[in-house]
C-alpha cells in the first residue's frame, strides 16, 4: 500500500505541475483574464471533471501561479542576498534589485500575472500575502543589517508625514526608525516601477542601456533608504 500511495503522490505531483504549465502557455498566449480550466483540460487530453480535482476552480489554480510567481521571485531576491553576503550594503542592495529584474525580464508573463493589471473577478486570497512579500523582506534585513552594523543615513521625514511613518514602521519594520519604514516602501514601489517599465516596454526609444540604467537607479534608490555609498 505504500508504494501505491508514493506512486499516486508522484502522479499527482506530476499532473499538477503539467496543468500549471499549461496554464502558464494560455497566460503567455491569451492572458491572465481568458485563463479557462476547460482550455488547460483539453490541451492536456484530459476531461474537465477529472482537473477539477487538482483546481476546483479557475481562481484556485490563478492562485498557485500567483505563489509560484511571487515565490520565484522571491527565491531569486533571497538567492541575491544570500551571494553577496559580506559585500557593501549597498551593493547588496543592488545585487537583490538586479536579481528582481532579471526574473522578470525571463518571465514577463509571470510577472504581468503579479504586477500588472488585476485580473477582472479575482480576489486574491490571503495564500498570496507570504510569497507577495519575500522580495520586500530580503530588502529591508539589508536596511536592518546595516542600521545594526555601518548605520544608514536617515532621510528627512516631512512632519505631517510621522503618524503613517509609524503606523507603516509597526507594520513592516518596527525595529527600524519609522523614517527608514517609509523610505523602504517607497523604494519597494519605485523598484517594481522600474521593473514594469522595462517589461511592458515603456522604455521602447527612451533607454538603450537598460541594464547600466537599471543598475544606477537601483543604486539611487538604495542612498535613497540611507545605505551609504563608501564606507
Not at 508514493?6 to 504549465?21: H, L, N
Request: with cysteine; charged share 20%.
Amino acid at each position: 500500500m505504500t508504494t501505491v500511495r508514493g506512486a499516486r503522490a508522484r502522479a499527482r505531483i506530476e499532473i499538477t505541475a503539467a496543468i500549471k504549465d499549461e496554464a502558464r502557455a494560455q497566460l503567455a498566449a491569451e492572458g491572465a483574464a481568458k485563463l479557462s480550466l476547460r482550455a488547460v483540460a483539453r490541451e492536456l487530453g484530459m476531461v474537465s471533471s477529472a482537473l477539477y480535482r487538482y483546481f476546483p476552480s479557475r481562481d484556485d489554480l490563478l492562485t498557485a501561479l500567483i505563489v509560484d510567481a511571487y515565490d520565484a521571485v522571491g527565491a531569486a531576491a533571497e538567492q541575491a542576498a544570500a551571494d553577496s553576503a559580506g559585500q557593501r550594503p549597498l551593493d547588496r542592495w543592488t545585487a537583490v534589485c538586479r536579481a528582481v529584474r532579471a526574473w522578470a525580464v525571463a518571465h514577463p508573463h509571470e510577472y504581468a500575472l503579479i504586477y500588472g493589471s488585476p485580473v477582472p473577478g479575482y480576489t486574491a486570497p490571503r495564500d498570496t500575502v507570504a510569497p507577495a512579500a519575500r522580495v520586500g523582506l530580503a530588502l529591508i534585513e539589508i536596511v536592518r543589517l546595516a542600521h545594526a552594523g555601518e548605520g544608514v543615513a536617515l532621510p528627512p521625514l516631512p512632519d505631517a508625514l510621522r503618524p503613517e511613518a509609524g503606523r507603516i514602521a509597526a507594520d513592516i519594520a518596527p525595529d527600524l526608525p519609522p523614517v527608514l519604514a517609509v523610505a523602504l516602501v517607497a523604494a519597494w514601489s519605485q523598484l517594481f516601477g522600474l521593473v514594469s517599465f522595462e517589461v511592458f516596454g515603456q522604455f521602447h526609444r527612451v533607454v538603450e542601456d537598460r541594464d547600466a540604467f537599471f543598475t544606477a537607479a537601483a543604486r539611487r534608490l538604495g542612498q535613497d533608504v540611507g545605505l551609504l555609498p563608501r564606507g
